[in-house]
């Protein structure tokens, strides 16, 4: 078990600057691809960005590109997301996710979300 425990969401105005937290369990943090979702209200579930294991190579949502950031604190077995120039079309419940099988079947533990509103 991987348990997830996201942090950091509230209420922002458009502009703004968000961080979210993801403390993660277990001793291989580093060795775990990571990610971060969001659900948009009457949307689904999306992907937001990545950090891969070993080299922490980052991918991002073509929407996200340039204003969000992921990271990760592996002495903390922390991940984040820093998230800049906030749209209200950012606001969403988002998601930290842990790839920990690397399968290729995708990630297995996702943690309950954390809600950003970014008012114009």
């Known amino acids: 078990q991987v348990p997830l425990v996201e942090s950091g969401g509230g209420v922002v105005q458009a502009g703004g600057s968000l961080r979210f937290s993801c403390a993660a369990s277990?001793?291989?943090?580093?060795?775990?691809?990571m990610g971060w979702f969001r659900q948009r209200p009457g949307k689904d579930r999306e992907f937001v960005a990545r950090?891969?294991?070993?080299?922490?190579?980052?991918s991002y949502a073509d929407s996200v590109r340039g204003r969000f950031t992921i990271s990760r604190d592996v002495a903390r077995n922390t991940l984040y997301l820093q998230m800049n120039s906030l749209k209200p079309e950012d606001t969403a419940v988002y998601f930290c996710a842990a790839d920990t099988m690397s399968n290729g079947l995708g990630y297995n533990y996702w943690g309950q979300g954390t809600r950003v509103t970014v008012s114009s």
């Open positions: 277990g001793r291989r943090f580093m060795t775990y691809t």
């Open positions: 950090i891969g294991r070993g080299l922490n190579i980052t």
